[in-house]
């Protein structure tokens, strides 16, 4: 069996009496992009607020390289290696892309040349080492999402959460973001939200489809597409 990097265990989240999540246990195995769809209210913005700590859990387990991660701030979750990013663009719009990417970077604290060089590098990888002097709230919509990517590489994370990156991006646009994450997924595990079903079919290598919280199937991508419990519960309604 593939090395798990991260597993969760009738992972749940009440709000009141509702379960935005209802025990799910999953398996994000390390090297691959895993995809969360589902329709809107499935759970699959929660279920990532999680993993990255920013909400906690009812009940359940989080594992991240087999540690117990569950009750973890999501400062020490940078730290050990989680990236996240948001279903709308999260940079700093008065600084340039470079001090953007420089304030990510500090969070690993390891001396200014090192802290820079990281930052650099990640503006380049990501295609905005031209637009590095540029203020963040004067880039393009897309570049902004590239900008956000570039902020969770400077943090050199293991585990990369991906939430919807093209919402709000024009067609050519939304190409140049998948290419960025088929790309970065190279040497990297990411866990993708996305309701653009070409993207994902084009980009993960397992699907999980959240119904009401709870997880109604995963496979690969061909199976998924193929199901007919999931054809019946979303993908007929998507096309």
């Known amino acids: ?12 989240r009440r709000f009141g009496a509702l379960a935005a999540v209802a025990g799910i246990s999953l398996r994000i195995e390390a090297g691959a992009v895993h995809a969360i769809i589902g329709p809107n209210g ?4 929660t279920f990532l607020n999680l993993l990255s700590g920013e ?12 540690e117990d991660v569950t009750r973890a701030p999501p400062d020490r979750l940078s730290r050990l290696g989680i990236g996240r990013s948001y279903q709308t663009a999260n940079v700093f719009p008065e600084l340039s892309a470079r001090e953007c990417v ?4 500090h969070s690993r604290k390891d001396g200014e040349a090192r802290v820079a060089e990281r930052g650099a590098r990640a503006l380049a990888a990501c295609g905005l080492a031209a637009r590095s002097d540029v ?6 919509y897309g570049e902004q999402r590239q900008l956000e990517i570039a902020m969770m590489l400077a943090t050199e994370p293991i585990l990369l959460l991906v939430d919807e990156p093209l919402a709000g991006l024009g067609h050519d646009e939304a190409r140049t973001i998948v290419d ?17 079903m070409d993207a994902v079919f084009s980009i993960a290598d397992t699907v999980t489809v959240l119904v009401d919280g709870r997880v ?20 007929g309604e998507e096309e």
């Open 1 to 12: 069996m593939v090395e798990a990097l991260l597993e969760t265990e009738a992972l749940t």
């Open 42 to 45: 499935a759970g699959k913005s």
């Open 55 to 66: 909400l906690k859990t009812t009940s359940g387990r989080v594992r991240f390289r087999g």
């Open 102 to 105: 420089w304030i990510a970077s």
């Open 135 to 140: 203020a963040a709230g004067q880039l393009s």
């Open 180 to 196: 960025l994450l088929r790309e970065v997924a190279r040497n990297r595990t990411l866990v993708l939200v996305e309701h653009d």
């Open 216 to 235: 109604l199937e995963t496979g690969s991508p061909q199976a998924i597409r193929e199901s007919p419990r999931v054809r019946e519960a979303y993908l």
